[in-house]
Nanobody, 127 residues
């Protein structure tokens, strides 16, 4: 069993930055692929980014590529989402997720590939 707790959300102006954190407790964090998804009101949950168990490989949605990064710190059992150059279209609830299926990162764009989820943290970007 894995518990995930997100933090770091809030209100930021367009062009600003935020860093989300996802603290994990439970078993084998260092062996898990981690991901971030987001869901805006009235829209489906959307893939944002994923990082391999070692932290050495990452994959991003086209909409955030070049603006967001997903560092993973296995020593701290924490994965981050560093968000720069934010714009109002980034407004959503952001969810952290953990998976263990040993798939290629591109397969983790499907939220069904993740086994555990956090409760979400709200990010609001004002224009």
């Amino acid at each position: 069993q894995v518990q995930l707790v997100e933090s770091g959300g809030g209100l930021v102006q367009a062009g600003g930055s935020l860093r989300l954190s996802c603290a994990a407790s439970g078993r084998a964090f260092s062996k898990r692929t981690m991901g971030w998804f987001r869901q805006a009101p009235g829209k489906e949950r959307e893939f944002v980014a994923a990082v391999s168990w070692s932290g050495s490989s990452t994959y991003y949605a086209d909409s955030v590529k070049g603006r967001f990064t997903i560092p993973k710190d296995n020593a701290k059992n924490t994965v981050y989402l560093q968000m720069n150059s934010l714009n109002p279209s980034d407004t959503a609830v952001y969810y952290c997720a953990a998976g263990t299926r040993g798939l290629s990162l591109i397969q983790y764009t499907d939220y069904a590939m993740f086994d555990y989820w956090g409760q979400g943290t709200q990010v609001t970007v004002s224009s």
